[in-house]
């Protein structure tokens, strides 16, 4: 089990790796391309894939950091480090979205011609590279919110290749070269967008709460099912990576329960249901806590 852990591990950090090297390349082509078509959609797009590009290498130095065993001085070892590379990654994919923006209202005003054909032909570069990426990083991207985030600059890099396209055929058979400026923006927005959402789910993380695949009200009820127990308080769910969940509780239960076996019927359940294995359980029998909420409320 550990074996094929670790080499999916590294089929993962191999993909991403062969990403940024694919969409370093598309960045520089599509930032020249750009400048000499004049073309602020495609330098938007090379904007978008240069965001790409740092949100592939943070993902990869993520992925290798995190690989560190846990010491005396950190006791979870560096797992984290993949939602923190996560949370720079949205954080420049906004700041790239808000200059977009800026530029592009700059220029509604005084839109300039634009060599469509070359445009047309980057975009293309653009639209294939992507795709190709895309199918390198998809069997990863529920794997852990680092891959997650990699994964999701690439797909809205791709649909922004698509716009780049649409406009550039737009703008060959109507002259109207303003559609340049609405279809960066229409980039930039997504930028913004997806940017938004891993923010969300990092700090979510970081503010260690429950995470989005779990029903806290659910566990509970399960737990309340097993015999013997009699009431479950300071019940605490939370994740360090995104990946691994940990679960630590009181339980109550009758004085002539056999602790022993109670608690092995809590793991196997949370292991087997809900794919929780790290617990930290607490049985009681007498009243030990003043508190007997569900959730701690000192």
Same mark, same amino acid.
């Given at each position: 089990?550990?074996?094929?852990?670790?080499? +999916?591990?590294?089929?993962?950090?191999?993909?991403?790796?062969?990403?940024?090297?694919? &969409?370093?390349?598309?960045?520089?082509?599509?930032?020249? *391309?750009?400048?000499?078509?004049?073309?602020?959609?495609?330098?938007?797009?090379?904007?978008?894939?240069?965001?790409?590009?740092? $949100?592939? @290498?943070?993902?990869?130095?993520?992925? @290798?950091?995190?690989?560190?065993?846990?010491?005396?001085?950190?006791?979870?070892?560096?797992?984290?480090?993949?939602?923190?590379?996560?949370?720079?990654?949205?954080?420049?994919?906004?700041?790239?979205?808000?200059?977009?923006?800026?530029?592009?209202?700059?220029?509604?005003?005084?839109?300039?011609?634009?060599?469509? *054909?070359?445009?047309?032909?980057?975009?293309?570069?653009?639209?294939?590279?992507?795709?190709?990426? /895309?199918?390198?990083?998809? $069997?990863?991207?529920?794997?852990?919110?680092?891959?997650?985030?990699?994964?999701?600059?690439?797909?809205?890099?791709?649909?922004?290749?698509?716009?780049?396209?649409?406009?550039?055929?737009?703008?060959?058979?109507?002259?109207?070269?303003?559609?340049?400026?609405?279809?960066?923006?229409?980039?930039?927005?997504?930028?913004?967008?997806?940017?938004?959402?891993?923010?969300?789910?990092?700090?979510?993380?970081?503010?260690? *709460?429950?995470?989005?695949?779990?029903?806290?009200?659910?566990?509970?009820?399960?737990?309340?099912?097993?015999?013997? /127990?009699?009431? @479950? +308080?300071?019940?605490? /769910?939370?994740?360090?990576? $995104?990946?691994?969940?940990?679960? $630590?509780?009181?339980?109550?239960?009758?004085?002539?329960?056999?602790?022993?076996?109670?608690?092995?019927?809590?793991? &196997?359940?949370?292991?087997?249901?809900?794919?929780?294995? +790290?617990?930290?359980?607490? @049985?009681?029998?007498?009243?030990?806590?003043?508190?007997?909420?569900?959730?701690?409320?000192?």
């Amino acid at each position: 089990m550990h074996n094929h852990s670790h080499n +999916h591990s590294n089929k993962r950090v191999k993909n991403l790796f062969l990403s940024i090297v694919l &969409n370093t390349i598309i960045t520089l082509t599509e930032f020249i *391309g750009g400048l000499i078509s004049g073309s602020l959609s495609l330098l938007s797009d090379a904007g978008h894939n240069f965001s790409d590009v740092v $949100s592939l @290498i943070l993902g990869y130095v993520g992925e @290798i950091f995190s690989r560190k065993k846990a010491d005396y001085k950190h006791s979870f070892g560096f797992k984290r480090i993949k939602v923190f590379t996560a949370l720079i990654n949205a954080i420049t994919l906004i700041v790239l979205g808000i200059l977009i923006i800026i530029e592009g209202i700059h220029k509604i005003g005084h839109p300039s011609p634009i060599t469509t *054909g070359l445009m047309l032909i980057i975009g293309f570069i653009g639209l294939l590279g992507n795709l190709f990426s /895309i199918v390198l990083l998809r $069997s990863h991207k529920d794997e852990n919110i680092n891959m997650k985030a990699a994964y999701l600059h690439l797909f809205y890099d791709t649909l922004s290749s698509v716009i780049v396209i649409v406009s550039a055929v737009f703008i060959f058979f109507t002259r109207f070269y303003i559609f340049d400026i609405i279809a960066s923006l229409i980039i930039a927005v997504m930028m913004l967008f997806s940017g938004y959402k891993i923010i969300k789910s990092t700090v979510h993380i970081f503010m260690t *709460g429950v995470p989005e695949n779990i029903n806290m009200k659910e566990i509970v009820e399960s737990i309340k099912k097993i015999s013997d /127990i009699t009431n @479950i +308080h300071d019940l605490h /769910i939370w994740s360090i990576d $995104s990946e691994e969940v940990f679960l $630590s509780a009181h339980i109550k239960v009758k004085n002539d329960s056999k602790s022993d076996d109670i608690l092995k019927e809590i793991n &196997n359940m949370l292991k087997t249901k809900y794919h929780i294995e +790290h617990t930290v359980l607490q @049985i009681e029998k007498d009243e030990i806590c003043e508190n007997e909420e569900v959730l701690c409320e000192k």
